[in-house]
C-alpha cells in the first residue's frame, strides 16, 4: 500500500507510524485509518521490529480525532460509523509490540483515544490532552470511555467527557495518562531511549505481558461495537450534526434547541 496520510520507517529496530496531515492537526479520515491499520500490520508482524512509535507530523498536533471536513454525519471511509474505528483500535492492542504514543501538541478527541490505548505514552511539555466529543456532537463509546477509566480512575474519565476540558502534560501525568514529560526538544531523543530500553528485552516476554495485560479489558472490545453502532445513528441526527456545523462555522453549538 503506498501510504498518502501516514510516513513509516524504521530505525534500530523502532517502527515510527506518524500520522503526516499537520494542516488538520492530524486529524484522520478514512483513508488516514485504512493507511494506519495497515501499517500497525506491517510493523506488528516484522521480525525485526521490537517497538513502535505512533505520532503527529509538526509541532501542533499528535492527533485531533477524526477529521471534521470529512464529517457530514457519517465519516468518509468504511465501518459503521464512516471510519474503521474499531479495527484501528484493535490493532493496536493486538499487535505483539509495545506501542508509545510521542505526544508533542494536542491529544484530542478520537487523538486523546488513540494515546490512552497505546501501551505508554511520552509527552513532550506544550502537549495538551482532552475530549471534545459532547461539545462537537460525538463520542467514543467504547475504549474511548471505558478503557480510559481503568487508565485515569471513573471520575477522572467521567470528567474529561462531561466537562471537555484541556489538560496539560504535567496533569496529563499526575491523572496517569501519560508515563513521562520531557522538555519539547528532548522529546525525540527521550522516546529513542525508551525504544532501545525496550529492545534489549526478551520479545516474547514482552509480547506475553501485553497480551495479558489486554486480557483484562478484552470485552470492551465487544461493548465497542456495540457502542459505535449507536453512535452511528447519533451522527445521523441533527443534535449531533449541529456539534460538526457550529465546529466548521467556529462558534458555539447549541445542542438544546433539538430536545422538547
Ligand atoms: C485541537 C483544538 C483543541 C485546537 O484548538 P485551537 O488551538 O483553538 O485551534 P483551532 O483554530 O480550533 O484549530 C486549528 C486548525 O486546525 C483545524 N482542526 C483542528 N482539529 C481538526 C479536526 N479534528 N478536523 C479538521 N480540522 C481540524 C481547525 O479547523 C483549524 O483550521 P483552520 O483552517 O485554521 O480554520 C481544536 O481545533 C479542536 O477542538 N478540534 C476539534 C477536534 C474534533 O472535533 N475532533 C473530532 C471529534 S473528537 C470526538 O468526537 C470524540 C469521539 C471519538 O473519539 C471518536 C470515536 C469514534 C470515531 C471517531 C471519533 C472521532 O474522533 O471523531
Not at 467514543?140 to 480510559?148: C, E, M, Q, S, V
Request: charged share 25%.
Amino acid at each position: 500500500m503506498e501510504y498518502q496520510d501516514i510516513l513509516y520507517t524504521v530505525k534500530d529496530g523502532a517502527a515510527h507510524i506518524t500520522i503526516n496531515r499537520p494542516d488538520k492537526y492530524n486529524a484522520f479520515r478514512g483513508q488516514t485509518c485504512e493507511e494506519l491499520i495497515h501499517a500497525f500490520n506491517k510493523a506488528g508482524w516484522d521480525k525485526s521490529v521490537g517497538v513502535i512509535v505512533l505520532s503527529g507530523a509538526g509541532d501542533k498536533a499528535f492527533c485531533t480525532g477524526g477529521d471534521q471536513s470529512a464529517h457530514e454525519g457519517q465519516y468518509d471511509g468504511r465501518g459503521t460509523i464512516g471510519l474503521p474505528m474499531e479495527d484501528l483500535h484493535s490493532i493496536i492492542r493486538d499487535v505483539p509490540k509495545p506501542v508509545i504514543a510521542k505526544v508533542q501538541g494536542f491529544a484530542i478527541g478520537g487523538g486523546n483515544v488513540l494515546a490512552t490505548i497505546c501501551d505508554m505514552t511520552i509527552a513532550g511539555d506544550r502537549a495538551q490532552f482532552g475530549q471534545v466529543g459532547p461539545k462537537v456532537g460525538s463520542v467514543d463509546p467504547g475504549y474511548g470511555t471505558a478503557f480510559l477509566a481503568r487508565v485515569v480512575g471513573e471520575k477522572k474519565a467521567r470528567e474529561i467527557w462531561y466537562m471537555c476540558r484541556r489538560y496539560n502534560a504535567q496533569e496529563a501525568l499526575e491523572m496517569g495518562l501519560v508515563n513521562k514529560v520531557v522538555p519539547h526538544d528532548e522529546l525525540d531523543a527521550e522516546v529513542d531511549r525508551w525504544c532501545a530500553e525496550i529492545m534489549e528485552k526478551s520479545p516474547t516476554a514482552i509480547a506475553l505481558a501485553k497480551r495479558s495485560f489486554n486480557m483484562d479489558t478484552e470485552h470492551q472490545r465487544g461493548i465497542a461495537g456495540l457502542g459505535m453502532l449507536g453512535l452511528s445513528l447519533y451522527y445521523d441526527t441533527d443534535e449531533s450534526k449541529e456539534g460538526g456545523i457550529a465546529f466548521k462555522e467556529k462558534r458555539k453549538p447549541d445542542f438544546r434547541k433539538f430536545k422538547g
